[in-house]
């Protein structure tokens, strides 16, 4: 029998009485393919993964990654991904703030939650900090967690789960094939990327909003820290331990050891603003659009490239950004 762990409250918070020990190994589980792709990308192609720009071939496989497993593992449907229903202008709104606060932060929840504080990197952990608690009071005080459904089937079972968790784990060793070409090796890190994130139940808003909101009436759902600890848990050792990511790239040493600024901190704050009114992030929502709701992944992509011009990044620079 399942061990339930959300009949309780901690600090006044109630927690999804849904949630068990079985139903956070998939979330752990999409953590830990995150970290690694994160790991063999520094190890062999000597880059993190892009967040903080669009990266074409990735960005592909995310997108054609999530429309096959849509129809492959029909489930997903109920667990990783659900309806975006987000008037438009709260949607421009959002996808606004989410690609200046990235630009300004340097990186996303991918990018400064997993690969940045996993190298240790102080402006990624202040960066993290203030989102994450934008995120909170946003939801929380404008209580986003009133409009998720109380039927709606939160985890993913473990027999949809291994067959998403090997996929994720080929793209993985994938990176390590130095032969083959590096659009090849990039299109499958998008695959990593999508599957690991349907895996953890990233894809879904409903599970982000459910985190963000500690007043949900259905219960506080904890899966997203279970994400960052289980990805945090291979690039922690990997990159701050055993130094995987130090001297391999001067893009990655002037990335990890930027100064905090006040940049950083207003980058937090707007993308945590954006992330909470949305529930979904940049790489969720390419996600989304593969399950067929491409508004949310379009007006995102082409928010960013717009901003991308205005910023006047474009090329080279644009490219080597993380």
Request: charged share 10%.
């Amino acid at each position: 029998m399942a061990t339930v762990l959300g009949t309780s409250s901690l600090f006044g918070i109630v927690l999804d009485p849904s949630i068990t020990a079985l139903s956070l190994i998939p979330p752990a589980l999409g953590g830990v393919c995150l970290g690694l792709l994160s790991v063999a990308r520094v190890a062999n192609v000597q880059k993190l993964m892009n967040s903080a720009t669009p990266q074409l071939w990735t960005t592909m496989g995310t997108v054609l990654s999530a429309g096959i497993l849509s129809f492959a593992i029909p489930s997903l449907h109920l667990t990783s991904f659900d309806e975006l229903r987000i008037p438009l202008p709260t949607l421009l709104l959002a996808a606004v703030c989410l690609s200046v606060g990235a630009k300004l932060g340097k990186g996303c929840t991918f990018g400064n939650g997993i690969q940045g504080l996993g190298a240790s990197s102080k402006a990624s952990l202040v960066h993290v900090l203030t989102f994450m608690g934008a995120g909170i009071m946003t939801a929380t005080a404008l209580n986003l967690g009133s409009n998720i459904p109380s039927s709606r089937s939160s985890s993913l079972d473990l027999q949809s789960s291994y067959p998403l968790a090997l996929s994720a784990l080929g793209g993985v060793v994938f990176q390590y094939f130095s032969f083959l070409p590096r659009q090849l090796r990039d299109l499958l890190a998008g695959h990593t990327f999508s599957s690991s994130l349907l895996l953890a139940g990233m894809g879904s808003p409903h599970n982000i909003t459910a985190f963000l909101d500690l007043n949900t009436p259905s219960g506080w759902d904890p899966r997203v820290c279970v994400v960052m600890g289980g990805a945090l848990a291979v690039t922690f050792p990997a990159f701050s331990i055993l130094g995987l990511a130090g001297g391999r790239s001067e893009d990655i040493d002037k990335w990890v050891g930027r100064p905090v600024t006040k940049e950083v901190v207003a980058g937090g704050c707007l993308f945590g603003f954006a992330w909470g009114i949305s529930g979904l992030c940049p790489g969720p929502a390419m996600v989304a659009a593969g399950f067929g709701s491409p508004v949310y992944a379009t007006v995102m992509l082409a928010t960013r490239l717009v901003l991308d011009e205005v910023c006047g990044e474009g090329g080279a620079k644009k490219r080597k950004e993380k």
